[in-house]
T-cell receptor, first 110, second 117 residues
């Protein structure tokens, strides 16, 4: 069935790079997404990548897509304390529904 | 635009009580959905609607009802609350159905934290 897997926690030091990984199962997904959830708030779309792309860069964010391994990653350069949040990977599943991963809680230590 | 609004922010219920979680959006979005968020499980889709008068079940619909009488509002009803329904509930909307072409960014409300004793 459809499944999106992420590790639950990541801790980095301020100024380091963060890499959050995700694996998915539906090879027909047209879009893959990264959503960010700040404490006490709803989710916000952070970035997305179309399935015919390998990489997308947006300022400090780099998304890498390996379709062969069904692996998606989000790299945040020069991580700041304001980047502390939960990051969700999501894919468009069968019937067009969004399938979310469990979320990775990123903790940035000064 | 207020975006997606949800009320209440917090609610405590006793087992067996019923209540309605309110959701409204002012972006004229056709697609609306309800998710629940539980630790270590991500977001799971409860019900969704592709337009006024049309609703369908998601992954975990049991114990919940929805209706969509207007484009703006999409309330979620708990018929007889159970402790297993303790969760954070998010309403979301998007311009198009998630299954249609395009990015179809979903906009989320701030959530309702529900505790059932």
């Amino acid at each position: 069935g459809e499944d999106v897997e992420q590790s639950l926690f990541l801790s980095v030091r301020e100024g380091d790079s963060s890499v959050i990984n995700c694996t998915y199962t539906d090879s027909s997904s047209t879009y893959l997404y990264w959503y960010k959830q700040e404490p006490g708030a709803g989710l916000q779309l952070l970035t997305y990548i179309f399935s015919n792309m390998d990489m997308k860069q947006d300022q400090r964010l780099t998304v890498l897509l390996n379709k062969k391994d069904k692996h998606l990653s989000l790299r945040i350069a020069d991580t700041q304390t304001g980047d502390s949040a939960i990051y969700f990977c999501a894919e468009k599943g069968q019937g067009g529904k969004l399938i979310f991963g469990q979320g990775t809680e990123l903790s940035v230590k000064p | 635009n207020a975006g997606v609004t949800q009320t209440p922010k917090f609610q405590v219920l006793k087992t067996g009580q019923s209540m309605t979680l309110q959701c409204a959006q002012d972006m004229n979005h056709e697609y609306m959905s309800w998710y629940r968020q539980d630790p270590g499980m991500g977001l799971r889709l409860i019900h969704y609607s592709v337009g006024a008068g049309i609703t369908d079940q998601g992954e975990v619909p049991n114990g919940y009802n929805v209706s969509r009488s207007t484009t703006e509002d999409f309330p979620l009803r708990l018929l007889s609350a159970a402790p297993s329904q303790t969760s954070v509930y998010f309403c979301a909307s998007s311009y198009g159905h998630v299954g249609t072409s395009g990015v179809n960014e979903q906009f989320f409300g701030p959530g309702t934290r529900l505790t059932v004793l």
